[in-house]
């Protein structure tokens, strides 16, 4: 794979089965050593595309190269440069961590001679190592899912996909697996398909959203928040006559409005939610503007809207597209 090769590029792919699309046309691309969040409701079409980026599952159409190499002419060649860990993965129950590791080493041509000082290797990268002689079907959930990680990263292929690999953990084993992808940026290229979005929007250098089989989002965490929300939002507690505020935030931006606001309290501080077309940090301006305009401000704050608010958004915006095509059908 030349350096201006990307790891993974996908151009207008379909599934369809009996009738039903659940891959709808998507394109994306994921250059080397990036990391990149797949998004989506449950029966959007993730699973769907992972399987067939990896060349278990033939697509009906469109095109999927890995390193360069047509996984539908060449899937043997492309599950060489895949580290795959599926949804529930599954292992098997009656083996030994360190025998696991050794068998799929093995399958994945790995030399005896490399084999045992890289299992060694993964097994502290994955903090493994107090559990390498137990049996797999006595490990707890948070141990199975990183020893279906060390398997993934195992022959260090330089592409890593996986499925929900943080499903069913508590918050501290969620950490750990978010810590150890975070650790194959640069190394591997990482698609990472999870619900639990704030991992996500730490881990992810980019993010694709899909709905219905569609893409209905791409992009930085940064570049979504502006593109799906299109505004930023602060939070104001002042006192001060509510009269005078929209004259003192048009003389900041002309955009800045008051979307909502709260009775007074006790003290007469009312709070209130602003918001601006303006991608700029108005914080301190604003502050200045009404502190001069005799307003007492006790709390100013810029809203950082979520990942999850984006997710939220550009899904909702794609089901609500789709019930207005079916009203004019």
Known sequence: MSAAEPAIEVTELVKSYAGM??????????????IMGFLGPNGAGKSTTMRIL??????????????????????????????????????????????????????????????????????????????????????SKGFRQRVGIAEAILAEPPVIIMDEPTIGLDPHQILIVRDLIASLRGRMSVIISSHILPEIEMTCDQVLIINQGRIVAQGTPGALRREVLGHSSYQLEMAGDPGK????????????QIAETSEPDAGGFRQFTLT??????????????????????????????????????????????????LKKA
């Open 21 to 34: 699309t659940a891959v709808n046309g998507i394109s994306f691309t994921l250059p080397r050593g990036e």
């Open 276 to 325: 601006t077309d303006r991608n700029d940090d108005l914080g301190e301006t604003l502050l200045q503007s009404l502190t001069a305009a005799g307003f007492r401000v006790r709390a100013l704050s810029r809203a950082q809207p979520t990942l999850e608010d984006v997710f939220l958004a550009a899904t909702r915006r794609s089901w609500d597209v789709k019930s207005e095509d």
């Open 245 to 256: 505020l929209a004259e003192t935030l048009n003389s900041v931006a002309a955009s800045l």
């Open 54 to 139: 990896t060349g278990y599952l033939p697509a009906t159409s469109g095109r999927v190269k890995i390193c360069g190499v047509p996984v539908a002419s060449h899937p043997d060649a492309v599950k060489r440069f895949i580290g795959y860990m599926p949804e529930n993965n599954p292992l098997p129950e009656d083996m030994r961590v360190s025998e696991y590791l050794y068998f799929r080493g093995r399958l994945k041509e790995i030399s005896r001679a490399k084999l045992g000082p890289r299992i060694d290797e993964v097994l502290e990268l994955c903090d493994l190592k107090r559990v390498r002689h137990k049996i797999i079907g006595k490990l």
